[in-house]
């Protein structure tokens, strides 16, 4: 979304109810901020496939997003908000990736199966901070393996998925490795805070 609007989205009205809906779901102390508004404009452009505004702002509609900055900079808030301006077909759900590992070490390789061929679109929150689980003995990168065949699931029918994470793609690339590292590439729209951005927590 921009000034200008786009699709039958005004642009004020638009900021206005994520504010009303972000105070509904995260309290009073919710407010929007002008340094985020060009991110928002992204997610919004992304999440309602204003089309028109595709090249400008860099969309890649067969893409999932990764949304990426500091600690506490909003990222989980902005796509918790961005499921209201989802159409049924785009409509996503939002794991964490602790809760995903958490899953794995109790369930096993089903967790896997979960995650990986369901044709739900997932947001993976948080990648990078979770821990390798053991199932079994066997130890697992449970996220890794999911995106993995999140990559494939994209490839053979179209699903996208999205990703938070507070990690540089030097460190991802360091947990995950190079060739998860160039999948993602392929698989995210990269829209990111910047590196001074404040923690909106304190």
């Not at 809760?99 to 947001?123: D, M, R």
């Not at 901070?129 to 053991?134: H, L, T, Y």
């Amino acid at each position: 979304m921009d000034e200008d609007g786009a699709r039958n989205y005004d642009y004020d009205n638009t900021i206005r109810y994520l504010q009303h809906k972000g105070r509904l779901k995260f309290g009073k102390h919710f407010r929007i901020h002008k340094e985020d508004l060009t991110i928002i404009s992204k997610l919004v452009v992304y999440f309602t496939k204003c089309e028109n505004f595709y090249e400008k702002y860099s969309i890649d509609p067969n893409k999932g997003i990764l949304l990426a900055g500091p600690i506490g900079c909003g990222k989980t808030s902005l796509m918790t908000l961005m499921t209201d301006f989802t159409f049924e077909v785009n409509h996503f759900f939002i794991r964490s990736t602790r809760a995903v590992a958490a899953e794995f070490h109790e369930e096993g390789y089903q967790t896997l199966q979960k995650y990986s061929n369901n044709p739900k679109i997932y947001c993976f929150d948080d990648l990078g901070v979770e821990q390798n689980m053991k199932y079994y003995g066997n130890e697992c990168n449970t996220i890794a393996e999911i995106l993995l065949n999140r990559y494939e699931l994209m490839v053979r029918q179209g699903y996208v998925t999205h990703a938070t994470t507070n990690l540089s793609a030097s460190d991802l690339e360091a947990i995950y490795g190079n060739r998860l590292r160039s999948r993602m590439r392929e698989m995210f729209n990269l829209i990111s805070f910047p590196n001074d951005s404040p923690d909106k927590r304190k």
